[in-house]
């Protein structure tokens, strides 16, 4: 099993559909969490940090469920500048740093 | 501030052959890290440092050889390269906090290796 897996996607939506990404976690010392984007071809730059009582910017919204070990992602109103790789990161110290990253779920928003 | 940069952005090298990536920030961050990207995988961290002079293993090091000798800059070395190691390589900065670890990322350098 993976450390960090998420939704295998594509997702393709219209704009302004409300789309939802999971990810999930195997490691219960995990400490930070984050969403990352990654636009064709680019680097990978921070979407939002992930806070155990949920946060919000604008149309995204991140929540973390330590119980189950699962964060998720929001993203309300969708524009054509939102389709992208959006990837999963969990950051841990197990008996050092560790960092993983999923692999990541490509959305797809159409006119 | 440039933030995180790499050199070069592309690179086509011969099986055996030898290269240097080099990463530099301006961001004044005490960890560095490489990593490097395949189609379908997540970006899998292959050598890492806590501070100049240190480095430490990833999940993937075996192959690649890592430098740190000023805070700024961070160098990784493929002595023999492989078609294997044909891929996207990302160098990342990030500051000693505890808790929460933004990485920022350099815009990669495409390796292909023939």
């Known amino acids: 099993r993976k450390e960090v897996e998420q939704d295998p996607g594509p997702f393709n939506v219209p704009e302004g559909a409300t789309v939802a990404f999971n990810c999930t976690y195997s490691?219960?010392?995990?400490?930070?969490f984050f969403w990352y984007r990654q636009d064709c071809r680019k680097e990978p730059k921070l979407l939002m940090s992930?806070?155990?009582s949920g946060n919000e910017d604008g149309r995204f919204t991140a929540q973390l469920n330590r119980a189950s070990q699962y964060i998720s992602l929001l993203i309300r109103d969708s524009k054509l500048s939102d389709s992208a790789t959006y990837l999963c990161?969990?950051?841990?110290?197990?008996?050092?740093?560790?960092?993983?990253f999923g692999a990541g779920t490509r959305l797809f928003v159409k006119a | 501030n440039a933030g995180v940069t790499q050199t070069p952005k592309f690179r086509v090298l011969k099986t055996g052959q030898s290269m240097t990536l080099l990463c530099a920030q301006d961001?004044?961050?005490?960890?560095m890290y490489w990593y490097r990207q395949d189609p379908g995988m997540g970006l899998r961290l292959i050598h890492y440092?806590?501070?100049?002079?240190?480095?430490a293993k990833g999940e993937v090091p075996d192959g690649y050889n890592v430098s740190r000798l000023k805070k700024q800059n961070f160098l990784l070395g493929l002595e023999s390269a492989a078609p294997s190691q044909t891929s996207v390589y990302f160098c990342?900065?990030?500051?000693?906090?505890?808790?929460?670890?933004?990485?920022?990322f350099g815009p990669g350098t495409r390796l292909t290796v023939t």
């Open positions: 990342a900065s990030s500051f000693s906090t505890t808790g929460n670890w933004e990485q920022y």
């Open positions: 961001m004044n961050h005490e960890y």
């Open positions: 440092s806590v501070g100049e002079g240190t480095t």
């Open positions: 990161v969990v950051n841990m110290l197990t008996g050092g740093f560790k960092t993983i």
């Open positions: 992930v806070y155990s």
């Open positions: 490691n219960s010392a995990s400490q930070s």
